[in-house]
């Protein structure tokens, strides 16, 4: 996390263990405590005509629209992070806890960061435990809203990926290249999120992910660039009926074999390319980042999205405008439906009735203003368009009528970002 040097909360462990230092412990005898944090208060209202409810989150399942008027809970949280300079000179241990919105549409504390680092050198970091996922320029800020423009991570590169953390290794090299900073990073791990995703509730299983990525720096400039493979299950009780029935069927319907293969229960392999570029110099902030992932079903969609943003600083105010857009790399028509048997003909209409993808464009307008003591208050709209018959966008618990294509949906959200 991105510290702030206001506020910043320094305590020496054997402080709080006064009775350990009565009997001859030092604070260099038990390291060093820090706290830092960060929090958001935001209000959401999205125009759907009550026909579906705006996520900010893919793991999120209700919101503005259609359950809500207002929605408080999705864009707000408050995290604490604290780390442990040990008295082993080269070991520090890292937790980092937020409070925000889950799947169930309950406010509760979750553990993103919990690891133990090893830096032998100042070049050389080893992360052992859960550590941020690799993906993307913002991974490691992507709930931190002080550390942008916008209210929220691009919901174009961020909202199709649910995972915010891994249990692994993560090995981190940072070097000098032709006078930039590099940060090399190279991951294993392992993670599991239940979602709201385009198929009803579902628990999503990531294993052996490996990543690498390079991050560099250099004046204003920043650049990024990344991929990772892993195996995924993604499993609902809809794709998991769908996949028998289909599979029943296709020893009298062959093609339901296939169709089958796109709802199956078991892993698969997926690629994702990552890329970023940056540039930070007052009063001009502009980012760009795209996405590419690969996978042979359509569980976890192969789709190519990107977004483009930038403000320019007025003082303390900083108006922004971004473009973005998700784009699934697939064929999402519906299959033909066969004459008989009848219930190969009930199987492939089930089949095209759950065909639904996150296709959409995404036009933004805000502005940032910068307060004092670490606050920034900000306003933002959003204009959705949905691409495509199949497209739900963002949006969940959608009704009929619900439509997005002929008519855009606007988002309308205000935050008050704390960070210390």
């Known amino acids: 996390m991105h510290r702030s040097p206001r506020g910043r909360i320094t305590l020496a462990v054997s402080a709080a263990l006064a009775g350990l230092a009565a009997h001859g412990a030092s604070a260099s005898d038990w390291g060093e405590l820090r706290i830092d944090g960060y929090a958001t208060l935001a209000a959401t209202r999205a125009d759907t005509d009550g026909l579906a409810d705006f996520r900010a989150a893919q793991f999120q399942s209700v919101?503005?629209?259609?359950?809500?008027?207002?929605?408080?809970?999705?864009?707000?949280?408050?995290?604490?992070?604290?780390?442990w300079d040990t008295p082993l000179p080269t070991w520090r241990v890292v937790a980092q806890v937020i409070a925000a919105n889950d799947t169930y549409d309950d406010i509760k504390p979750r553990v993103d960061w919990l690891y133990a680092g090893w830096a032998p050198r100042d070049d050389i970091l080893l992360r052992l435990g859960r550590y941020p996922m690799p993906s993307g320029m913002q991974s490691e800020t992507r709930w931190v809203g002080n550390s942008r423009l916008e209210v929220r991570a691009p919901l174009s590169v961020y909202f199709p990926m649910p995972l915010t953390s891994l249990d692994?290794?993560?090995?981190?090299?940072?070097?000098?290249c032709g006078g930039a900073r590099v940060r090399s990073r190279l991951t294993y791990g392992t993670s599991k999120v239940n979602l709201q995703s385009r198929i009803g509730d579902a628990a999503v299983t990531v294993r052996d992910l490996v990543s690498l990525s390079f991050d560099a720096s250099q004046g204003p400039w920043r650049g990024y660039i990344g991929a990772f493979h892993a195996d995924v299950k993604n499993v609902s009780p809809v794709s998991s009926q769908l996949n028998a029935?289909?599979?029943?069927?296709?020893?009298?319907?062959?093609?339901?074999?296939?169709?089958?293969f796109n709802y199956n229960t078991g892993y698969n392999s997926t690629w994702q390319f990552d890329f970023g570029l940056e540039y930070q110099?007052?009063?001009?902030?502009?980012?760009?980042?795209?996405?590419?992932?690969?996978?042979?079903?359509?569980?976890?969609?192969?789709?190519?999205?990107?977004?483009?943003?930038a403000g320019y600083a007025i003082g303390r105010f900083t108006p922004f405008l971004a473009a973005a857009q998700i784009t699934f790399d697939d064929n999402y028509g519906p299959e033909p439906v066969p004459t008989a048997p009848p219930a190969a003909v009930a199987a492939v209409r089930a089949y095209n009735a759950s065909l639904t993808t996150l296709e959409s464009t995404i036009l933004s307008a805000g502005i940032r203003w910068?307060?004092?003591?670490?606050?920034?208050?900000?306003?933002?709209?959003?204009?959705?368009?949905?691409?495509?018959?199949?497209?739900?966008?963002?949006?969940?618990n959608a009704q009929p009528g619900f439509d997005g294509r002929n008519t855009a949906i606007h988002v309308f959200t205000l935050a008050l970002d704390y960070q210390f």
Do not use: C
């Open 370 to 396: 910068d307060l004092d003591r670490g606050f920034v208050l900000k306003a933002q709209y959003d204009n959705h368009t949905l691409d495509g018959a199949k497209s739900r966008g963002v949006f969940a």
């Open 245 to 260: 029935v289909l599979t029943q069927v296709s020893a009298s319907y062959p093609p339901a074999g296939m169709l089958a």
């Open 63 to 83: 919101g503005s629209g259609r359950t809500r008027d207002w929605d408080f809970a999705n864009d707000s949280n408050f995290a604490l992070q604290l780390t």
């Open 168 to 176: 692994g290794a993560d090995l981190n090299l940072t070097s000098n």
């Open 281 to 309: 110099d007052a009063p001009w902030t502009a980012r760009a980042e795209a996405i590419y992932r690969k996978s042979p079903t359509k569980l976890v969609a192969q789709q190519f999205d990107w977004y483009a943003s």
